[in-house]
């Protein structure tokens, strides 16, 4: 067969509406258990897509997967056009434009705010150049466009240890916004928030995936907040994908509801 | 933007006019005096030593010049342990043995300079091997009559051992008290193959019997003052050095390796190699450090390699305050004065005095003495915090 345009490789031309991540048939078993089982699912481009289900569904397992730090038994993960996930570590995938927000918030509580966001700063990440590296000009700038972002300009003088558990929530999310990642992956972000917090959560996802164009993947157990974002669910249970649509099927999906309704 | 917040925000970088080594010293209150009270020693003793007169009060002894000598290469060791303990977070219970090894290093040039001067009168080999019969000087030895050659490997050695073990131990990601346990293990393994005659460095006896150091006298006053001036200069280069890595971007990924490790890693750092950076930095301090105490005191044996020895400088470190750089020096310089005072007027009471000024120290001053300041400030802030709330 001819190729009637170049074959593309790498991240070329993954356009809006294409596919970003592609996970088939994943399974990981944990001493029998089967955490993940023959898993697949396909998040596009530039798409703000929320995961639910209950513990043990398999979600942070599946996060563990992209991420690099569990590596599963069977299956592909393929990111972009031709990016093998399974045969790259941790810095490598994050490097390649996959960011993770863990459930608890882990910023560096020692460091400032501004501190934060430089360490987790887009540059060379290699030892010679961190020890000389000095923040360009389009680096500040980068960086008071995220504190703008994720509104903690006020803060930015403040050890991230001593800010609010919304405050920390927001600064690590512009932690992986300073990365410039293609994937978002956060988990649980509104665990914990006040009402206020949570809308303000809700803004910053939605305007993350429309106006600064990421794909967003949002695990959450709350579902006033996903109904609030949501445009795509999808449902995880016992570790394959239950039900996928918009929220409004998904809930009138009889096997969702037999699951979690007990119909 | 916001124009005020950029201006703000390039007020923290520090102003670029200003020299190195103030630039370095910024914000570092505790760092400056300690630089300013080590030239200011510095200065002192070598004018008592070498220009006022014996009878004099002021004088300061040929002993008392390598004693402190022998603080300041050990305030070194403690500086470099702090890199690893206070910044990196590794608890290190081996690092006596770099310090050990750039000290082996310095003694077997030191050996090579005694050519026939020795007991045995033997131009080819030092006395310890004639006495276990050697034929011939074993192959590592060679070089050794070189100053220079010996320099780099006071320097190639604690690095090149640092390099190996911490690449093993980090890719492994071995952390924690497994980690600490491990490096003591080395250090002990360390130590048991240096007691061994057959090793071919002096076994139990170490080496000794050193006459002098490029050509000049160990036993002159004018040689002591000038080894004890390059350990200050040392010493004084170690803290700026120590304190570069720590302002740099660097120096934040290592606290921020030392805080929460797995995030390090998911921002997209190698965190195995930072470590291994700052480790092997360390190292080489710390093989320079024991490249000064030897001369100094003399001699250098196996015990220095001892388990022992490396745990007493966790609490020289801890004494002094972890993470502060200038406290691990003054925390070395408590510690082993008060060593040398105990040991000198009541031996059998260091141990039990060394033990109660570690509880003391750990129980009333957290922070080390380094942190008493802030301790203060604190328990201030406090009071008046309390004292309004109670109005």
């Not at chain 2, 914000?27 to 200065?43: M, Y």
């Not at chain 2, 250090?187 to 490029?214: H, Q, S, W």
């Not at chain 2, 200069?233 to 030392?258: E, N, Q």
């Not at chain 2, 009333?364 to 109005?391: D, I, M, R, W, Y």
């Amino acid at each position: 067969m001819l190729l009637t345009s170049r074959p593309k490789h790498g991240l070329d031309a993954i356009d809006k509406g294409k596919t970003l991540l592609y996970v088939d048939d994943v399974t990981v078993s944990f001493d029998g258990f089967k955490a993940l089982n023959s898993l697949s699912l396909t998040v596009q481009s530039e798409e703000l897509r929320c995961i639910i289900g209950a513990n043990g569904a398999g979600k942070s397992t599946m996060m563990d997967v992209i991420t690099g730090k569990t590596k599963p038994d069977s299956g592909k993960v393929i990111f972009g056009n031709d990016i093998n996930l399974l045969t790259m570590d941790e810095p490598a995938i994050a490097e390649v434009g996959i960011g993770r927000k863990f459930q608890k918030p882990t910023v560096f509580p020692g460091h400032t705010v501004a501190e934060n966001l430089e360490l987790a700063m887009k540059a060379n990440k290699s030892v010679w150049s961190t020890l000389f590296a000095r923040m360009t000009p389009e680096q500040q700038d980068k960086l008071h466009e995220t504190l703008q972002v994720i509104g903690l300009q006020e803060e930015y003088k403040r050890h991230a240890g001593a800010l609010s558990h919304g405050q920390k929530q927001w600064l690590e999310i512009g932690m992986l916004l300073m990365q410039n990642p293609l994937l978002l992956l956060v988990d649980e972000p509104v665990a914990g928030m006040t009402a206020q917090e949570i809308e303000k959560t809700a803004e910053l996802l939605v305007s993350l995936a429309d106006v600064h164009k990421h794909s967003v993947v949002v695990v959450e157990h709350d579902m006033e907040f996903v109904r609030s974002i949501a445009r795509k669910v999808t449902v995880l249970h016992e570790g394959s994908v239950l039900a996928e649509g918009n929220m409004e099927s998904v809930q009138n999906n009889p096997d969702v509801r037999r699951v979690y309704l007990g119909e | 933007m916001n124009t005020a917040q950029t201006h703000s925000l390039e007020k923290t970088s520090p102003p670029k006019r200003q020299p190195l080594v103030m630039r370095l010293l910024d914000k570092d209150p505790g760092g400056k005096i300690t630089i300013s009270l080590l030239i200011l020693i510095g200065i002192y003793v070598s004018i008592a030593n070498l220009l006022i007169p014996e009878d004099s009060v002021f004088h300061i002894t040929a002993y008392g010049v390598t004693l402190l000598g022998k603080y300041i290469s050990f305030a070194l060791l403690a500086l470099s342990l702090d890199l690893v303990w206070g910044y990196l977070g590794v608890l290190s219970l081996g690092h006596g043995a770099f310090f050990a090894l750039g000290g082996y290093a310095m003694g077997m040039y030191l050996m090579r300079q005694i050519g026939d001067r020795g007991v045995y009168g033997n131009p080819e080999l030092p006395d310890f091997m004639v006495f276990l019969n050697y034929q011939e000087l074993p192959w590592f030895w060679l070089g050794f009559d070189n100053f220079l050659f010996a320099a780099l490997m006071i320097v190639l050695i604690p690095g090149l051992l640092a390099f190996v073990f911490g690449w093993l131990a980090f890719r492994s990601r071995v952390t924690g008290v497994y980690l600490s346990i491990i490096t003591q293990a080395l250090t002990f393994a360390l130590m048991l193959a240096f007691f061994r005659n057959d090793m071919g460095l002096g076994g139990n006896n170490g080496l000794t019997d050193f006459k002098d150091i490029l050509g000049f006298n160990l036993q002159s006053d004018t040689t002591r003052v000038g080894l004890f001036l390059t350990s200050i200069i040392m010493l004084i280069l170690g803290y700026l050095v120590s304190r570069a890595i720590i302002l740099s971007k660097l120096g934040r990924v290592v606290t921020a390796i030392r805080d929460s490790e797995s995030r390090v890693r998911f921002i997209g750092y190698r965190v195995e190699h930072f470590k291994l950076f700052v480790f092997v930095v360390a190292a080489i301090m710390a093989g320079i450090a024991g490249a000064l105490y030897v001369p100094q005191v003399g001699i250098i044996n196996p015990a220095v390699f001892s388990p022992l020895f490396s745990i007493e400088l966790i609490i020289w470190v801890a004494i002094g305050g972890r993470g502060t750089l200038y406290g691990a020096i003054i925390g070395a310089f408590i510690v082993s004065y008060s060593k040398t005072y105990f040991t000198g007027a009541w031996p059998e009471a260091w141990l039990y005095a060394l033990g109660a000024l570690f509880v003391l120290v750990t129980l009333f001053l957290p922070k080390g003495v380094a942190g008493l300041k802030a301790q203060f400030k604190e328990n201030k802030f406090l009071k008046t915090l309390t004292f309004k709330k109670a109005n």
